[in-house]
């Protein structure tokens, strides 16, 4: 018997099956097993890779067995499909593809309506009553076929198409109706003979015999070589050809198509969730230019397609084991089956779907948990539009999405006029950027918007870390300080005018709309019985799962109680980040700050330092009865001084009046403290070795509010955490200090507490020599925003101006601040945490800063052997997933591994 | 026979000898082998290490043997110097002091005088006729005794001096006469009463015997456990006493104190070089308080013992082979060495001794490589002042020491007024910082003189590339650029006023110093002849013998032919680092780079560029003809854009002039460019993958020039270095970018040249990626200078406001800026080059910045395995030697180990 070069599928049978992606390749042996299952796929049939392989090692001949199976495959199509090959009246039209055995981007683009000819066309067009289509459908036909079976440039189509619109002053190719595309066609067809010296061909044998062939010729072209290279693919493999029936569901009213889900994608729900159109193309339903139906309405118009499909994808969720997406179309009453994917949901559906799905015991937890984003889980925390509002106001610009959630109020253009405004209503905080004065009014505000920065800008990492709606970026704003108006998109909008702004998507808009807070948040906060919220109940379910998998502890980055009490509703198991200086911009406090920075000696300096001793040791005392029982990690004093003075000489004044120095001295001590590169300058631990006082003071506060606290019998064992240190001789100067000042305040207070002294570790010399630091230090704790800052030498504020164009040219593959860079800031960690564990084998070592709400960074995290990772509060859930995750995810690699 | 406890020493003879050091200690094995070798040392003897370890086995008792021999010893040396223990007549004083194996800064201080006593006092002061001398050697004593072997807190007998000189109101100790004295000897043994319930011991015998049990306790006091914890000295070696007879130069005019050198300390001749005093103290030689004669009127004062002296310390030059600096005492006739050691040299006088022994055959050339410290050799080349004329001018301040020589000229303190005052006469430029404005006016300037900054400050690295004096850091000045003047110490200059900087000792003086310029450097230049010099044939000679000892190679960082040149003369083997963003700041090249920046589309760039190519072209073959048959290494533009653009409404509006562009739109870009750290902002290959035409334009005009000169039959192969490079995909972009320029330009020739593409390995992550990078690179060049900053995180900028603090401290060691950091960056550049080679075995590796001339890091690169360094042309000497003894240590320590 002559070997077997053509696999027929169709009709509820198969030639092949799913497992035959060597001879067939992927998509063949899909539609092989699809049409084998039972799905109603068009029928059609692959040439099989052997083909393709023979093609090349026969000197570009096709093997000769293959002419006689290809046509009886073509007929047997048209027997099975009703229609003809070239036949006018019942015309069979199919698509050609490649389809190898790994899915491969750079090969042949698809050849649709293959079979079209200017009798098909003009049978077609009283068969489906629409013209205007099926001369579209040819044009688009001699266009790819032109281009991808004879090398025709795609320019030399376009320019032709916009002649015509040209001539017929119109901008869309919609706009061009049948004669318009008539009379294209028939340019199409002068300027292929022109470049091909050939009529073309109107046979539709001929048509698919170089369309074949020329998916033979693609295998070896310039694109599918380098890809293959860069994916490491053998160049052996071959391609297999699908050729496959065209179906149309704009044949008349027993015609359909449509698009929908096997559950609602949305919230979750166990319903057939689908739109559809009669006698229409696929575009029609996505495009929106006609209303679709909604899928119950198809059980009257055409009841036993809509049988067949709901039982179809019903059949599909099983076969698959999760919450399909399909397309489908009918044809005179028959129904296809176009394409089936795991379907895309909200966060929310997410979560639903897949607890549900568990209780329906169609996948274990494990599964469960592997089928949720992490990063998704965000949306259930946040707070969301009333849609039904939207149309009060107008969408004016689009920034970067940098803190989800939605918020509408006010216009304030300053930190100030932000906290006096939010007395009497929600404010939006409208800033070109933020920085740490404007602390405050980002605490006043209900969302923030800035036109400089990017995700991980200040504006939105601290508003991330309050969860706080955040769009930054919004280059489109021209914010005039002067005169407290802003401009945009030929808005102009005063302070104290109404904004919203879409943390979700960036999207800006001018006017009010309401938000509606998350149900699951509202739970958390008390405001909402459990009782009353199944999406709170599914939640605490899937979380519940997620920690008893995970084996990485997951803390918060929080600096007052609010946070902290909201960072332990979340799931967090202690404070690994606790930033000192946020609590030395309350209004109150900060010109005490301003006094002692002010201080040209040691006793003026301690003097206003013991004044703010109060106030920060109440602020610890807060943090740590919210977190009774758990570990609190604070960080001594880290930002570079001047950013605690005025800049200007009106803020130099206004200080100089309430603190009786002189606004030259203010000003020049500010210059003075000025610095090229703050970044690289006098900051971190370089703070309290030159003015160990300030060290001093902080110690005093953090163990003396636990040592208030022990005679409360509340216990708590605070982290000292030493910043920026490069060289174990920092860390020893502020550990013998930190022990010193600890010492003497026990004995103050006649208790004895547990505590204990680390340093971060985000300076990269730190890294490389961390068995020495090792020896000073109780724990680490990976700093890898600064650890990236220095590790690229990219200044997180200034890579706005080269990241987009690194991303652009895939010099990098993802912005390194947002996810860790795990091949090389990453080996700095895993060096730092093995050199470090050498020294102490029990090392207790975490990260904090951005990358640990990160899911990828997590499970790095988790891979490298961390303790914890710290976060803020709003991402305590995404990371005790993401951690859960990556437990499963090396269970099954090492399973894997064993088999 | 009982076991010896007491070695002699004196008259030409001794018990022991050089080698007993286990018994004797060093000092103890010293004085026996000087005496042994006929070294007139003050006769004396030693009690063993053994009866310090039998002191410590048994209760703290020494072995009753030693009575005998210690009793036995000092009545030897009564006998030897003829004087007796005690004897009012001729009292015979000794000094008693500590010696264990190693030496112990933590143990016993040394007590003189001892024998002294009220009766003593009496008879030495008729005997030398100085009774204040002898009443002030009394009270020493008391106070030694009484703090060393008494346990007295200094601080008791500090403040009885105190309220001495109150009383009589004086300042100084030196003004008080022999009663104030007597005064205090009474004061101070009444305060020896009240603290010890004992009179202070008027016996001699006691004296000693307490003194001698003293330092056996010594050896286990607090601060000689630390000490030899942390220099790991076993806590069992003991420590040995030495008991040595007090001289004296003060006995009148058969007496004699003196000091000197075996040579010439200044210029190296071989010539004895001594100062004394007849009837003086060591303390009236080296005071000042009176002029010492010079040595050859010894010979006629005190003849035989000017012969004695003169063939003693001949013979000690030749026992330890090198120049000895020694210190004598003539005592009624009798010479004594007190102390011989090795002789500090100027560099000139380095070179010339250890060249002028090498031909006397004392030493080997390796010897003498390692007889000179490699950073004297720059002394040699730096101009100096002519010490006679320096009266003219006044020191008003001290800053950082820079750039070695002296300059003096007429202030200037602006870069163009700098050019416009050398056009009549020398020029000194003052600035609070400089920047790359400013290279111009350094370039006219004869000196830098600069109040911010370290000596890797801008000003710093420039001057020392350009070889100019500079004194950095002077924070006495006050500089105020609104009116051109500037205050210092109560001085008021003004432009053009004249000021003089030692840049090998950081004084400032106002006022003109006339300078000579450096015989060597004059030489090289061809101002005088070779033979003329004798100088400069001993340099060359011993620059000789180090090319031929050292393996790495080095080159230099020069941007002009100029610089290369000089380079080239001082012996570079090649430039390693050509920055080239250093051309862009001539007068006629400045406005085509704003222009250039300024553009906002690539056409207009890209016209701005093709005007600055030709300029770029001519100055690479200007530097590859100077370095003919030498590679050169070219670094394409690093700095970030904005140091290019006028900061101030008055620049911009003068450029707007020049070029047409609105003054306020040159603003906007400056500010649109500002970056909050530059240090990691939009620089080096950041810059070129954003603006490709800038790397086009450079590598265009670097092989074009190679082009050119091929013609000429001058080959070269440049070596392109992609600067900043974090990230393979960074090299990649650039290195494609670049040879796909470097084949058009070539191709547009018809030439065919050989050029490499490699990299600065400058950002952390690119030495922790070195491996994926090295698959990109023909060759890694270390940018210390940056790694540096970036490891630890410093600013170079602003570094200066902690790392005073980090060395005072005793956190750093060293400033890092100054030389490599080899425990932390050292081990980045050990790593990436290990890395870099596991990929290609021979990849070559260079360092380019400012330790490439720093002896330490110089053999650091030696040690790890670095095919070159690169450094300012000035330093090259240094890096040559510097590299030679890298190779004979490390012989040296592979010797010692394989015995």
Redesign the interface.
């Known amino acids: 018997m002559a070997k077997k070069y053509v696999y027929f599928f169709g009709a509820g049978k198969a030639d092949g099956n799913g497992k035959m992606k060597d001879l067939l390749g992927g998509k063949g042996a899909g539609l092989a097993e699809m049409s084998r299952s039972g799905v109603p796929v068009p029928p059609g049939f692959t040439v099989t890779t052997d083909t393709c392989r023979y093609y090349y090692s026969h000197g570009r001949r096709v093997p000769p067995e293959l002419q006689a199976q290809f046509k009886d495959a073509m007929r047997k199509l048209e027997k099975v499909s009703g229609k003809g090959f070239g036949d006018p009246e019942n015309p069979l039209l199919v698509s050609v593809r490649s389809g190898a055995k790994f899915s491969m981007p750079g090969m042949m683009d698809t050849i649709l309506n293959l079979g079209s000819n200017d009798a098909v066309v003009e049978g077609l067009s009283a068969l489906t009553g629409n013209p205007r289509f099926v001369w579209d459908s040819y044009r688009r036909f001699i266009q790819m076929f032109g281009n991808v079976v004879m090398g025709i440039d795609k320019s030399e189509f376009e320019r032709a198409i916009s002649a015509k619109k040209r001539e017929k002053n119109v901008e869309l190719d919609t706009q061009l109706d049948a004669a318009d595309l008539r009379d294209l066609v028939a340019r199409f067809k002068k300027l292929y003979r022109e470049k091909t010296k050939e009529d073309f061909p109107q046979d539709p044998w001929k048509q698919l015999v170089l369309a074949r062939d020329a998916v033979f010729k693609s295998w070896n072209n310039d694109r599918a070589i380098s890809y293959r290279r860069m994916n490491r693919i053998p160049d052996d493999l071959g391609t297999a050809v699908n050729v496959q029936t065209m179906v149309f569901g704009n044949m008349g009213d027993t015609s359909a198509t449509g698009v929908g889900f096997t559950r609602n994608p949305m919230n979750g729900a166990k319903e057939f969730f689908a739109e559809y159109l009669t006698n229409a193309q696929g575009e029609d339903v996505v495009a929106g230019t006609r209303t679709p139906k909604h899928i119950p309405q198809m059980a009257k118009e055409l009841p036993e397609c809509y049988a067949q499909l709901k039982s179809i994808t019903s059949r599909l969720e099983k076969h698959y084991r999760d919450v399909q997406d399909f397309e489908f179309t009918v044809e005179r009453n028959h129904l296809y089956m176009l394409q089936t994917r795991t379907g895309k949901r909200t966060g929310m559906a997410a979560v639903k779907i897949a607890v549900d799905m568990v209780r329906e015991k169609l996948i274990s937890k494990d599964e469960a948990l592997l089928r949720v984003e992490p990063d998704q889980l965000s949306q259930l925390l946040a707070p969301v539009f009333d849609e039904s509002q939207k149309k009060n106001a107008t969408q004016v610009a689009k920034g970067i999405n940098a803190g989800p959630g939605a918020a509408s109020g006010r216009v304030a253009f300053t930190a100030e006029k932000a906290v006096e405004l939010a007395k009497s209503g929600p404010v939006v905080l409208v800033r070109p950027e933020t920085n740490p004065d404007d602390i405050e009014g980002m605490n006043a505000a209900v969302g923030i918007l800035t036109a400089i920065g990017g995700r991980t800008s200040h504006a939105a990492v601290v508003a991330r870390g309050m969860g706080k709606p955040c769009v930054v970026g919004c280059q489109a704003l021209k914010i005039d300080p002067g005169t407290a108006t802003m401009a945009v998109d030929g808005h102009r909008l005063k302070e104290g005018e109404s904004i919203s702004i879409d943390g979700f998507t960036g999207e800006v808009y001018v006017g009010r709309i309401p938000t509606i807070p998350s149900e699951i948040v509202r739970v958390l906060r008390g405001e909402l019985s459990h009782k009353d919220s199944e999406l709170y109940g599914v939640f605490k379910e899937f979380m519940g799962w997620a920690d008893a998998a995970r084996k990485l502890k997951v803390r918060a980055n929080a600096d007052i109680p609010r946070d902290a009490k909201a960072a332990r509703q979340l799931g967090a198991e202690g404070i690994g980040l606790c930033r000192t200086e946020h609590m030395f911009f309350a209004e109150e406090r900060l010109p005490l700050m301003q006094q002692m920075i002010l201080s040209d000696n040691v006793v003026d300096r301690k003097k206003a330092l013991d004044k703010l001793m109060p106030f920060q040791k109440e602020d610890f005392k807060g943090l740590f009865k919210e977190m009774r029982g758990f570990p609190v990690t604070i960080r001594t004093l880290d930002p570079p001084l001047h950013e605690f003075l005025p800049k200007t000489e009106a803020e130099a004044e206004a200080l100089s009046k309430k603190i009786g120095i002189p606004a030259q001295t203010i000003l020049a001590k500010s210059r003075d403290l000025h610095?090229?590169?703050?970044?690289?300058?006098?900051r971190?631990c370089?703070l309290g070795?030159?003015y160990p006082e300030i060290t001093e003071m902080q110690v005093q506060a953090i163990i003396g509010a636990a040592c208030e606290l022990a005679r409360e019998k509340i216990r708590i064992v605070p982290e000292i955490m030493i910043p920026?240190v490069?060289?174990k001789?920092?860390l020893k100067?502020q550990k013998d200090l930190a022990i010193r000042t600890a010492d003497e305040t026990m004995k103050s207070y006649g208790v004895k507490i547990n505590y204990l002294v680390g340093t971060m570790i985000?300076?990269?010399?730190a890294a490389?020599?961390a068995d020495?630091i090792a020896r000073e230090a109780d724990f680490f704790s990976f700093g890898t925003n600064?650890l990236t800052?220095?590790?690229?030498?990219?200044?997180r504020?200034?890579?706005g101006?080269?990241i987009p164009?690194?991303l652009a040219?895939?010099?990098?593959k993802e912005d390194p601040f947002q996810t860790l860079?795990q091949?090389?800031?990453g080996?700095?960690v895993e060096w730092g945490t093995s050199q470090g564990r050498k020294v102490k084998k029990d090392l207790k070592v975490g990260i904090c800063g951005e990358h640990g709400g990160d899911p990828a960074s997590v499970k790095f995290c988790h891979n490298v052997g961390l303790n914890y990772v710290s976060c803020s509060p709003y991402r305590i859930p995404v990371a005790r997933l993401a951690a859960a995750q990556a437990v499963l995810e090396s269970k099954k690699k090492s399973e894997y591994s064993s088999k």
Chains 1, 2 share one sequence.
């Open positions: 610095e090229f590169n703050p970044m690289l300058g006098h971190g370089r070795i030159v920026l490069g060289h001789n920092e100067h985000e300076v990269p010399r490389v020599t020495q600064d800052q220095m590790g690229f030498g990219f200044s504020d200034d890579a101006k080269f164009a690194y040219e895939k010099i990098l860079d091949e090389g800031i080996k700095l």
